[in-house]
């Protein structure tokens, strides 16, 4: 039995809907606050909290994501996800005051959190080795196509009147429902089924994924890697693994306080109250033509990454997102009435990010980490990823009123010079180094320190 391309692909594609949502349902917002805003009157700390209430649920849904989806298993989790998707949708649009929608959103927070780290968990694991790249890329795209979809319908929706946003959130629902179905077609990850003891069930499942010549072998694989998994979170501050994990987390909290939340969330309040009071409809096309800037450069990212190297892209993005940034404050506080300028130099800042800050920092954070702690230690950065860009999103509109906007975006240019030189100096190059050569040059660097502070 031949290796079912069609069947890897389809499994890929429907594990992806998960990300298209991530995407689409943290993006949502942007369009929906500057009607929401208007409808219930909110002050900017309460338009922050409504922002920033989906975030602490990903936290949350990230938090409990690897431990829950260990005991019942990657798809059913991702079933639950796919409900609760589909519930957090019709009850964003219903809310009658803000307490109403805060707790909708965080219900759909947590079906985020749980995607975003079983999505492309469950690729990973139903993936052939010689394709594995390239089908866990298709949930990058598709988040950010979920991004600039819900832009373009924002844009669309605008046209309703106040009301549009509840709109907005409730056209999440189609979607949604048509993932939990499409899971319903997925069968269980191998690798969960040999945890679990149910062996003839993962053969199964490999023998229709990778064809039966290679089903035994991959079985033999899998039950190898289960069982060397015994690491503890303990392990993380072992001479070895602290420098790693300090990096890790130290890059999943600079790629979200170097500001890019603020222009994918707030952007549409930014054009119609700093850059000179712009319509709705005009503010949400901008949306549009950023995330659709955000999707090419993505694109551009996975083609260059690995002839650039992560270090030098990485170094590249956050030294021109710095420079943008300046330039940004100093349009608006000189002339906050060029909006085309200021658009153009969002969208040069947005591409400098999904170039290098975006994709970059999570290929660096997947390869610093020895196999048998790599999923906590993952768990660890994304959840810290996360709690930044709740961080960014909550306090973003009082940054704006205690320093004006300009200093706002002079304040993120000065974080972005900083993740420069800390890219510079801890960063690592993993470009063409095996897993096992990144884990043996820790190793090696904490031996040689332990040697220099004896003498």
């Not at 979607?175 to 179905?181: D, E, I, M």
């Not at 289960?226 to 501050?237: D, F, N």
Request: proline residues 3%; charged residues 15%; hydrophobic residues 60%.
């Amino acid at each position: 039995m031949a290796r079912n391309r069609a069947y890897v692909y389809f499994i890929s594609l429907v594990a992806a809907v998960g990300g298209l949502l991530f995407g689409f349902d943290i993006a949502i917002i942007n369009g929906a606050l500057v009607f929401l805003k208007k409808q219930f009157a909110l002050t900017d700390v309460q338009t922050e909290i409504a922002a920033s209430a989906l975030l602490i649920g990903c936290v949350f849904g990230a938090g409990v994501a690897g431990a829950a989806s260990d005991r019942y298993g990657r798809r059913r989790m991702l079933l639950i996800s796919a409900a609760m998707f589909a519930l957090s949708a019709f009850a964003a649009a219903l809310p009658r005051n803000l307490a109403e929608f805060v707790i909708a959103r965080f219900a759909g927070g947590l079906a985020i959190g749980v995607a975003s780290v079983l999505s492309p968990l469950y690729i990973a694991e139903m993936a052939p080795a010689d394709i594995r790249g390239r089908l866990v890329s298709i949930n990058q795209f598709a988040i950010v196509i979920g991004i600039l979809l819900a832009y373009f319908v924002s844009w669309q929706l605008a046209g309703l009147g106040l009301a549009s946003w509840r709109w907005m959130f409730v056209s999440a629902a189609l979607p949604s429902a048509l993932f939990f179905v499409a899971l319903l077609r997925v069968p269980e990850s191998p690798r969960w089924l040999v945890k679990e003891g149910r062996s003839p069930e993962a053969l199964a499942v490999l023998k229709k994924v990778n064809g039966a010549a290679d089903a035994d072998a991959g079985l033999e694989a899998i039950r190898s890697a289960v069982a060397e998994e015994s690491g503890s979170l303990r392990q993380l501050l072992e001479p070895g693994l602290r420098r790693p994990l300090i990096i890790a987390v130290g890059l999943a909290i600079l790629q979200q306080i170097t500001g890019v939340n603020t222009i994918l969330f707030y952007g549409s309040l930014i054009y119609t109250e700093h850059a000179g009071g712009q319509t709705a409809s005009a503010a949400l096309l901008a949306n549009v033509i950023v995330g659709a800037t955000n999707l090419v450069f993505t694109v551009v990212a996975l083609a260059v990454i690995d002839r650039i190297g992560r270090k030098a892209i990485l170094m590249l993005a956050s030294g021109g997102m710095g420079l943008s940034l300046i330039v940004l404050g100093a349009l608006f506080r000189l002339n906050p009435s060029a909006i085309d300028a200021i658009l153009a130099v969002i969208l040069v800042y947005v591409a400098f990010f999904a170039v290098g800050m975006g994709p970059g920092v999570w290929v660096v954070m997947s390869e610093l980490f020895p196999t048998r702690i790599r999923g906590r230690a993952m768990a660890i950065a994304t959840v810290t990823l996360w709690i930044a860009c709740t961080a960014l999103t909550l306090t973003f509109l009082s940054l704006v009123n205690a320093v004006t906007v300009a200093g706002a975006f002079w304040i993120y240019a000065g974080i972005c010079v900083f993740t420069f030189f800390f890219v510079w100096r801890a960063v690592p190059e993993t470009k063409g180094k095996t897993l096992e050569e990144i884990e043996r040059s820790w190793t090696r660097r904490e031996a040689a320190a332990r040697q220099s502070s004896v003498r």
